[in-house]
């Protein structure tokens, strides 16, 4: 029987083990239309922490007790429609679960860019689009900008961070600890800060950028955030993708360098990915190109097993990702 997880109680601050519950699922016949899909790599995002408060949100929260949701690739089992037969790999957003019954006009059936499947779920998928069009349609960015990303060794900020460096800027990096750093540097970032390193934030960025950045790339708020507007030139765009920090306590940090938006004309602009979904040829287009040249790296944190979601998830908040973190059913 299929099974998957689900939303036992919402979360009081950060989420514990007990807050989730495995589920069976129905398995039913299929309606004309369908696909079944074995899931075969599974995603865990920042993003679903907000799917889990009772809150109106751009995407509708989980309800407790249901099966929980998320971006999966998997391989379609059996089919009633001619655009996916059986043998089709697919990205589709039914995870946290083994198997996925949906529409197929719900399903996308994955470019053939010579990758493993589960980059679709990274760097080729809903991060690496975030990334990419974060940085070039949200904040503007262009060859000869200074280009500051925070939380540079996860999932969106080093596709960020390789982009960026592909076409022609200056990047400033940050990232937790020795070794993830190291690994920032190794992607091409031109300096990396380490906010667990022990100096203040905003201290090591203004030594990093004594001229000032063009762009900030924005995964995590708080400290980070007040850096970069300490440290913006006239004019600097930033585009806001997550704010980690605030996540699971809701209590924002003090930006005591917020009236600088004012004088130095800062634009700051939110933007979801699905914003741009309607260019996603030009993404695989660049993307692949970069792949093929050489350009691009990628790196994966798996858990193994359905029954490791949960610990994935929670390791999203805790530093226990390098690259894009995975489940592998």
């Known amino acids: 029987m299929p099974r998957a997880w689900s939303l036992a109680s919402r979360p009081q601050g950060m989420p514990k083990h007990t807050d989730f519950a495995m589920v069976d699922l129905e398995s039913r016949d299929l309606a004309d239309g369908e696909v079944r899909v074995a899931n075969l790599w599974l995603s865990v995002d920042p993003y679903m922490r907000g799917r889990m408060n009772d809150v109106k949100s751009y995407v509708p929260p989980f309800q407790i007790g249901e099966a929980m949701q998320g971006g999966a690739v ?14 089709t790999q697919v990205l589709h957003m039914l995870g946290w679960r083994d198997e996925a019954v949906l529409p197929a ?13 589960q980059a679709y779920l990274g760097q080729l998928g809903m991060p690496g689009m975030t990334a990419y069009f974060g940085l070039l349609a ?3 960015a262009k060859a000869g900008d200074t280009v500051f990303v925070s939380a540079a060794a996860g999932a969106v900020g080093s596709t960020v961070v390789q982009v960026a460096k592909a076409k022609g800027m ?3 990096g940050s ?16 300096k990396v800060v380490d906010y667990k390193g022990g100096t203040p934030v905003v201290k090591a960025l203004t ?15 708080g400290e980070h955030l007040d850096a970069a507007l300490a440290t913006a030139r006239p004019n600097a765009r930033f585009a806001i993708c997550g704010m980690i920090d605030i996540y699971n306590d809701g209590k924002p940090t003090e930006l005591r360098y917020l009236a600088r938006l ?6 700051m602009q939110g933007f979801i990915v699905s914003d741009y979904m309607n260019r996603a040829e030009e993404f695989y287009r660049d ?10 790296q990628r790196q994966e944190t798996v858990h193994e097993g359905l029954d490791a979601m949960p610990d994935a998830f929670l390791g999203l908040f805790t530093g226990g990702n390098t690259g894009k973190m995975l489940v592998r059913v």
């Open 287 to 296: 993307m692949g190109g970069w792949l093929k040249s050489g350009q691009l």
């Open 175 to 190: 990232a937790g600890g020795a070794d993830k750093c190291a690994w920032v540097q190794s992607l091409g970032a031109d």
């Open 138 to 140: 949200v904040a503007e």
């Open 105 to 117: 006009v719900q399903a996308q059936k994955l470019p053939d860019l010579g990758v493993d499947i």
């Open 170 to 172: 200056t990047v400033i």
């Open 262 to 267: 004012i004088g130095n004309r800062v634009r």
């Open 74 to 87: 998997g391989e379609v089992v059996e089919s009633r429609s001619a655009d996916l037969p059986v043998g």
């Open 207 to 221: 030594e990093s950028a004594p001229d000032g950045i063009d762009v900030y790339f924005d995964n995590v708020g």
